[in-house]
């Protein structure tokens, strides 16, 4: 390919991209609307609709980088997770003002989540090539990630662990393991 067929591939890519976003943006900015007209039509003020509305701004937030700019937008997807993921649990907390305990929980859960996320991003940037040994790891980082759940809601609510988380971790294990074993039998057929 020439350098004027590159440059009308990345254009048309662009452009594409740019009809997605405007799209994207075009349907929730419906989404507000249509909660927004409902909840006043009903309630004549904003009540329950304050909820799905944050729920729509924190979306667009952290998608709009990964549908503009495709596989290259992902870690400013994370990013922009990662940024606004506490004010829009604060957001959350000031709403529902049922329990004082949301705030903390969510904000740990919030943490591990985004950590994991991260986890992930960096092992399918390392294993570029690797898919399998990336998914399998993953896979393993499920059972600290789900410790740490069942740790911190045991702590504030006194949530019981069972066998069933036994029995998963077993599972996640062995399919870790599989994948694994997929990626170094692959490697050897390379080599």
């Known amino acids: 390919m020439n350098q004027e067929q590159v440059q009308a591939s990345q254009g048309r890519s662009r452009s594409m991209h740019n009809i997605f976003t405007g799209a994207f943006s075009l349907l929730l900015f419906i989404g507000i609307a249509v909660c927004a007209i409902c909840d006043t039509a009903i309630s004549r ?13 924190f979306t667009w937030l952290v ?10 937008g992902v870690c400013g ?11 829009f649990l604060y957001v959350l907390h000031r ?14 859960m919030a943490f591990i989540g985004v ?14 090539t690797r898919k399998f040994l990336a998914s399998g790891i993953t896979l393993m980082l ?3 990630v789900d ?16 066998a ?5 971790y077993f599972t996640i294990a062995v399919t870790a393991m599989v994948l694994i074993i997929i990626d170094f039998s692959r490697k050897r057929e390379r080599e």
């Open 45 to 57: 003020s904003f009540t329950w609709s304050l909820y799905p509305i944050s729920a729509i701004v």
């Open 63 to 72: 998608f709009i980088p990964m549908i503009k700019f495709g596989k290259k």
């Open 77 to 87: 997807s994370l990013l922009m997770c990662s940024i606004f993921i506490v004010p």
């Open 95 to 108: 709403l529902i003002r049922v329990s004082d305990l949301f705030f903390p929980i969510s904000i740990n």
């Open 115 to 128: 950590v994991y996320l991260w986890c992930i991003f960096f092992l399918f940037r390392v294993f570029r």
């Open 142 to 144: 499920v059972i600290p």
């Open 147 to 162: 410790l740490f759940v069942a740790f911190t809601l045991s702590r504030f609510i006194a949530e019981p662990f069972n």
């Open 164 to 168: 069933w988380h036994l029995t998963s």
